[in-house]
Structure formats: C-alpha cells, structure tokens
T-cell receptor
Framework: KAGVTQTPRYLIKTRGQQVTLSCSPI?????VSWYQQTPGQGLQFLFE???????NKGNFPGRFSGRQFSNSRSEMNVSTLELGDSALYLC??????????????FGPGTRLTVT | KNQVEQSPQSLIILEGKNCTLQ??????????LRWYKQDTGRGPVSLTI?????NTKSNGRYTATLDADTKQSSLHITASQLSDSASYIC???????????FGGGTRVLVKP
C-alpha cells in the first residue's frame, strides 16, 4: 500500500498570503489528522477529519481551517499568514472509526516558511 | 491542565550502549500512550502503543513500560545503533474527547 502523501513538500510564502496544503491518506483510511511541528512548541494537534466531518479540533485560531473530501483526501488552509506559522505541517491517517488504539501513519510533512 | 513532559531533552550515547527515555503525564482520564520515533525531515513512526492494563511492550530493541498509577512511561533502547539517532515523542490520548497531547520529545544522538 502506498503511504501517506503530502504536497507540496516545501513552500515559501510571505506574510499576509494564504496557503493550502494537501494530504492523501493511505487507501482505505477514513481519518485524517493535521499537526503543526515547530522547534519551540513541538507537535501540536490542529484538527481531525473523519468521513468529511471535523471530529476534533486543537487550540488554533480560525485562520487555520481544513476539509476532507469524499475520497478521504484532506486539505488544510491557513489564511493571513504570520511569521510564526513557519513550521512543518504533518498529516496522519488512520482507519478511524470509534476505536482509539488505531495506529496513525504520518506523511513526510510540508515545510512552510513564511517570510 | 493536561500535560506530557519528557526527559531528558537530548542525550548522546555511544553505539552499542543502552539508554532510557522518560515520559510523565497528567492527562486524565487516560486512554493510551504511544511512543513515536521521528527521523530528521520525516514524519513520526509509531514504536509502541500501551493501554491502561499494559505494563510492558517491546518492538525489537525498543521496550516501553507504563505505570498508570504514577502516570509514568519509559522507553528503553537496547544496544543502540547509529540509526537510532532521532527524536522520540511520547503521546498520550485522553479518554474523554479523544484528544492527543504530545510531549516535547527527546533528541537522541548515537555516536560511533
């Protein structure tokens, strides 16, 4: 099975712009979660989608949004970029459902740099 | 406040030696605890997952322990190899609401 893919891998944007990141989960996985990773804050949970519905949300401002399509692919959008949004954005997929012990499989991440 | 604290922040060990990483958490109610290994520039990879009733779980040279009473977990690396150089992240899932809390990670460097 192909792993989780994220595009683009690297991105450079300027303050005030917006950006859209894409994640394709492992085939058959219905849950997609997004994380932000920075050297200072470590990994922080953004949100989780399951069957096109947001199931969980972290403590990020409304500038961060996401959605999931019927084929389970997910996109994350950040509007009005700030310097502090520079980070590695990771997507993880899992079979989902009601269980909490499903393993999450991470993609390679998108490295976003805001200048 | 639900927190996950890892120690040490970083450590250097010689190839072939053992090391132990610590993870203390206050997340409650507890659902499970997972250890991830993250190589530089890559996404994390799950090493072990432990639920409330499990004390020890191994994955090759990696052995995780869990003491749910004291809310402590450890990850022991046996006979370290250069490829063990990575960040190790402890993640605790809360039973209510299913939310995840991540530790800050321990960066391990194995030297020949």
């Amino acid at each position: 099975k192909a792993g989780v893919t994220q595009t683009p891998r690297y991105l450079i944007k300027t303050r005030g712009q917006q950006v859209t990141l894409s994640c394709s989960p492992i085939s058959g996985h219905r849950s997609v979660s997004w994380y932000q990773q920075t050297p200072g804050q470590g990994l922080q949970f953004l949100f989780e989608y399951f069957s096109e519905t947001q199931r969980n949300k972290g403590n990020f401002p409304g500038r961060f949004s996401g959605r999931q399509f019927s084929n389970s692919r997910s996109e994350m959008n950040v509007s009005t970029l700030e310097l502090g949004d520079s980070a590695l954005y990771l997507c993880a997929s899992s079979p989902g459902g009601g269980g909490t012990t499903y393993e999450q499989y991470f993609g390679p991440g998108t490295r976003l740099t805001v200048t | 406040k639900n927190q996950v604290e890892q120690s040490p922040q970083s450590l250097i060990i010689l190839e072939g030696k053992n090391c132990t990483l610590q993870c203390n958490y206050t997340v409650s109610p507890f659902s499970n605890l997972r250890w991830y290994k993250q190589d530089t520039g890559r996404g994390p990879v799950s090493l072990t997952i432990m639920t409330f009733s499990e004390n020890t779980k191994s994955n090759g040279r990696y052995t995780a322990t869990l003491d749910a009473d004291t809310k402590q977990s450890s990850l022991h690396i046996t006979a370290s190899q250069l490829s063990d150089s990575a960040s190790y992240i402890c993640v605790v899932r809360k039973a209510a609401g299913n939310k995840l809390t991540f530790g800050g990670g321990t960066r391990v460097l194995v030297k020949p």
